[in-house]
């Protein structure tokens, strides 16, 4: 393992000439274990940077400066139309093919307020050139058909096609997609807050697109902006990984032939410092049936410093998380103690993605006659800091955190070259020095330094970016409950009026121009179109299964599970109890049990203390929950697992804290007490509506196993009902709150209930040992023996209401054990309905944002699910047809091969070091071996039409007799769908009225 520590040498050097490019600057970068070129195309002046290093997961981004001049959001449907086809690639949905087609471990684009990025990556040299290359010219040479941006953009239609007398709507993928962004509390802060703390510059205009204004961009002004921002000389690309850099070039002189320099000027106009503080005001939609009291938003931003300036920014980094970033921060424990609002608003803390950088913090759910008070406390307690500096200890742990994320290698759902690029474009889009921010050691040096030279440079600057900044907003958004329908009624008013302006001729016109888009987008691809697509053959897809390193041992009497891995020095440590003895009245406290222990004081230190220490000597500390079938689902695991990371030298400490944790927990504090469980309660109320799909899973799949059932008790609606109503009558429940976490604690945490997983490398799995062998003595043994709780699971059709426009629909089915033979199968057929059946009829022809299926036999589930759907009954219909398409189609051969290719890509995902330990474990309680993953890999790699279909038909039949379906949406859009269901929703609320 010990060259993967290492990077790759310099193979070329500053000054050097290769394909038409000039290396402008070579740095090794031992933190991020790369080396790093600045290079230039020198015909067009295109900016390059690789960041070379030992990662086969290679990231391809190619960037523009897009500043706005309007909020058509013109940025944001070239994003999505260049994405369509080129000349050389004339689909439909390049994209879509790509996505079914490759083992692409990432795809996608992204609109900022000022720029737009276009980032591949792959495992696979080929596949990575393959996207690469198709990707480069969708965006240099988009076909932008009128029918693209018809679709993307916006276009005029009837309510009733073909029935002139009906109602003329807009409609639109972006536009749709805005429409739902701007009823999103969140959303419409953001955009408040850049409007008036930027007035005069680019980000006073939405670049995604205001749905008001969206309707009057043309088509020509669309292909303008292309033309005079996707040129390679406005073009920045991010290379990184561990192909040689002399390659990509060669790559990259073949995408460039044929460009010439243009004149452009792209540069980001900085905003003028204002002088005086405004207040803004505006509004946000609730629910009808919501009460309006404590539901006002209300937030401070400042403009701070420019982001070039990076030595400035990072200070301020540190000052915001000082702020705001933990339980121990005295800004953030001002604002939670005084009562004025129940906890800190969502865009709290630095936004860094803008040319000046907005520090913003607030309040939620307050009253907005206490807006004043707010601004006071804000103040008051900035006065004080300048006045009294900050703790040194909370300084420390600041810098060890940003020590400890600029070490630690992570692979959430992106790649880890995603962060880094992220990085690179903070500076570099503002023409600043693109690497400035990627040398994590020197950086914290640095401000060591100063820290030393000025041991009051923190207040300094807090007082001169802060206290004195005159630069900064009040605003105070309040919940308006007739939101939605003033909007939708001056729509209306509008669009009458526009119809009425209108000709019988040109009405004709405008429906017929919108049955041509409908034909158009039902038209298949032709096979010449879609064969330009480069392929990807069977054989270049590795056989071999990547394996983890595991070793047992014992630490004291406690069964422990190692794993070997790169980890650059950090030490992963999980300590899974297991809940085959919790009995089922207990089970709806474990979240809550989680989320108290890990945030309340412990061994007679306050929670802040706690808090300061964990930010000293760990980078993370979290529990989570699991419920799964065994590998043949004889048998189910459930498990409550405490995790946490540190660098190796502060292992003893964390594992003095752990025990404190754990062992000396302290419950009494109820004021913490009430304000974790709101917190809980707030943070599972606002992820509804961004993953209502997953909510709607969950309730369905309660229906159908165990696992699942489980997983709606601890993370569904079950859950949530239980933490309102135990938030809602705190001081009446606190006492029994505290019996039975108390009782939790003594039945979970024994040595019979306990298994270890560890991650690091050799040094830091011995120093893991030797502490955790330290403190397992205070373990004690079990007092009662397992008795599996085994509830009845209650059938489910449900409509659950919520506040909101579209709908989220789930049909689950049972599904068979991993080692079943037909596993493999379902695998595949999931993925290729998600990418083909169900993205056509829901999405390109339903008009939902999404509509997919999922196979997971470790919940026991197969589901169809739709996101931000305008359909609740035809959805289910699809969904039910879907069951029957490769019974009466015939998948052709060159469909089974993508679904392999791209079912292989699934499961191919790399993972970081964490993310495999803890993997490794968890294969380990369901029993999966190696030998059966190679099994199974190998059913999917053989897998031909015929077995698909045969499986599938087989499968199908038997299991819709297991279905239930779960709808979130809005209580009319149900009751509507009830008049047309043969089987009635039974319609539930789930916000306490
Ligand atoms: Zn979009």
Redesign the pocket.
């Known amino acids: 393992m010990s060259d993967q520590s290492n990077f790759p040498r310099p193979t070329l050097q500053a000054g050097e000439e290769l394909h038409g490019f000039k290396v402008l600057r070579v740095e090794t970068l031992p933190g991020i274990r790369v080396t790093a070129y600045e290079i230039e195309h020198q015909k067009t002046g295109a900016k390059i940077i690789h960041l070379h290093s030992f990662d086969r997961e290679n990231l391809y981004a190619i960037g523009f400066r897009t500043p706005p001049s309007d909020s058509t959001g013109v940025p944001?449907i070239l994003?999505?139309s260049v994405l369509a086809g080129s000349g050389k690639y004339p689909l439909k949905d390049v994209f879509k093919e790509l996505m079914r087609s490759t083992l692409q471990t990432f795809i996608n684009a992204f609109?900022y307020p000022d720029k737009t990025i276009y980032p591949v990556a792959s495992q696979i040299k080929t596949d990575f050139f393959n996207l690469a290359r198709v990707y480069t010219d969708l965006v240099l040479h988009p076909r932008m058909l009128k029918e693209t941006f018809l679709q993307e953009g916006h276009h005029l239609e009837f309510s009733v096609p073909d029935d002139l007398g009906s109602d003329l709507i807009v409609s639109g993928?972006?536009y749709n997609?805005m429409k739902g962004a701007y009823s999103s509390a969140d959303s419409l802060i953001y955009k408040v807050l850049q409007e008036n703390l930027y007035p005069d510059s680019i980000y006073a205009f939405d670049s995604?697109g205001d749905p008001d204004v969206i309707p009057s961009l043309t088509y020509e002004q669309f292909r303008e902006f292309h033309r005079a921002f996707y040129s390679p000389t406005n073009a920045r690309f991010f290379l990184y990984g561990d192909i040689d850099t002399s390659e990509h070039l060669a790559f990259l002189s073949e995408m460039l032939s044929g460009f010439e320099r243009t004149n452009i000027d792209s540069s980001i106009k900085s905003q003028n410092r204002l002088t005086e503080p405004r207040t803004i005001q505006s509004t946000y939609p609730i629910g009808k049936d919501e009460p309006i009291e404590h539901k006002t938003i209300t937030n401070i931003a400042w403009m701070i410093s420019d982001n070039t300036d990076y030595e400035t920014s990072l200070v301020l980094e540190i000052i915001s998380a000082l702020l705001v970033g933990s339980s121990a921060s005295p800004l953030r424990k001002a604002l939670i103690d005084s009562g004025l609002g129940e906890d800190l608003s969502p865009v709290s803390g630095l936004e860094a993605d803008l040319k000046q950088l907005m520090f913003c913090v607030g309040l939620r759910n307050t009253q907005s006659s206490d807006a004043q008070k707010i601004e006071q406390l804000i103040f008051d307690t900035l006065q004080n800091i300048v006045a009294d500096g900050f703790e040194n200890e909370l300084i420390e742990g600041m810098l060890h955190q940003v020590e400890f994320h600029g070490k630690e290698i992570v692979r959430g759902s992106y790649p880890f070259g995603i962060s880094l690029m992220g990085n690179v474009f903070q500076t570099w889009l503002y023409d600043g020095d693109p690497l400035i921010g990627l040398d994590f050691p020197k950086a914290i040096e640095n401000i060591r330094r100063r820290w030393t030279d000025d041991p009051q440079i923190f207040q300094k600057m807090t007082k001169q970016w802060f206290l004195d900044n005159p630069h900064r907003i009040l605003t105070i958004m309040e919940p308006d409950a007739d939101f939605n329908e003033k909007k939708e009624k001056k729509y209306q008013e509008k669009m009458a009026k526009l119809k009425s302006s209108f000709s019988a001729s040109e009405l004709a016109r405008i429906n017929a121009q919108a049955k041509e888009l409908k034909k158009f987008q039902e038209e298949q691809d032709s096979p010449e179109a879609a064969a330009t697509i480069p392929k990807l053959r069977i054989e270049d897809i590795p056989r071999s299964i990547e394996t983890i390193p595991i070793q047992n041992s014992l630490i004291g009497e406690v069964p422990a599970l190692e794993h070997d891995l790169f980890t650059n020095g950090i030490a992963y440590v999980d300590l899974a109890f297991d809940l085959a003895r919790v009995p089922e009245e207990l089970q709806p406290y474990l979240p809550l049990m989680g989320k108290i222990i890990s945030g309340m004081g412990a061994a007679g230190l306050t929670y802040e203390e706690i808090a300061k220490r964990i930010a000293l000597t760990m980078g993370g500390f979290g529990y989570d929950l699991v419920a799964g079938f065994s590998a043949d689902a004889q048998t189910t695991l459930q498990k409550m697992v405490f995790s946490f990371k540190a660098l190796y030298r502060n292992l003893p400490d964390a594992i003095n804290i752990l025990r404190d944790i754990l062992f000396d927990g302290d419950l009494n504090n109820e004021a913490r007490m009430r304000d974790l469980i709101s917190e809980r309660k707030n943070n599972l109320q606002s992820a509804i509506v961004p993953s209502g799909h997953i909510f709607a899973k969950m309730a369905a799949g309660a229906a159908i196993t165990l696992p699942a059932y489980r997983d709606e008790q601890w993370n569904g609606r079950t859950q949530l009902k239980f933490v309102q109503n135990t938030a809602n009558n705190f001081s009446t429940a606190k006492q029994d709150l505290r019996e039975k976490l108390e009782s939790l604690r003594k039945i979970l945490f024994t040595k019979e209930n306990l298994v270890i997983n560890l991650t690091a490398e050799t040094d830091g799995l011995k120093i893991a040992k030797d502490n955790l062998s330290r403190i397992l003595d205070k373990l004690p043994v079990a007092a009662t023996a397992k008795t599996e709780a085994k509830p009845s699971l209650p059938s489910v059709f449900a409509g659950i209401c919520i506040p909101t426009q579209v709908s989220y629909v789930a049909y689950v089915l049972e599904a068979p054990a991993y080692t079943d033979p037909s596993c493999a199968m379902l695998m595949i057929s999931a993925k290729e309905l998600s990418n083909s059946y169900l993205y056509k009829h829901i999405r390109v022809q339903g008009g939902a944002y999404g509509g997919m299926s999922s196979f997971d036999p470790s919940l026991g589930l197969f589901s169809f699910l739709s996101y931000r759907d305008p359909h609740i009954e035809e959805t289910l219909q699809i969904f039910k047809d879907a069951q029957d398409f490769y019974s009466k189609n015939e998948i052709s051969f060159a469909d089974m091969e993508k679904a392999i290719i791209s079912t292989i890509g699934m499961i191919d995902k790399p993972s970081s070091p964490a993310g495999r330990g803890y993997t490794s474990l968890m294969r380990d309680f369901a029993g999966i071996t190696d030998s059966m993953r190679r099994k199974f890999r190998d059913d999917i790699l053989s897998a031909t039409p015929q077995k698909l279909k045969d499986t599938l038909v087989d499968y199908f039949s038997q299991a819709a007799k297991s279905a239930a379906v779960a709808v979130y949406s809005s209580p009319e859009k149900l009751n509507e769908a009830n008049t047309r269901l043969k089987e009635k929703l039974i319609l539930e609320n789930i916000f306490e009225a």
């Open positions: 944001h994003e999505h609109t993928i972006v997609e995604g």
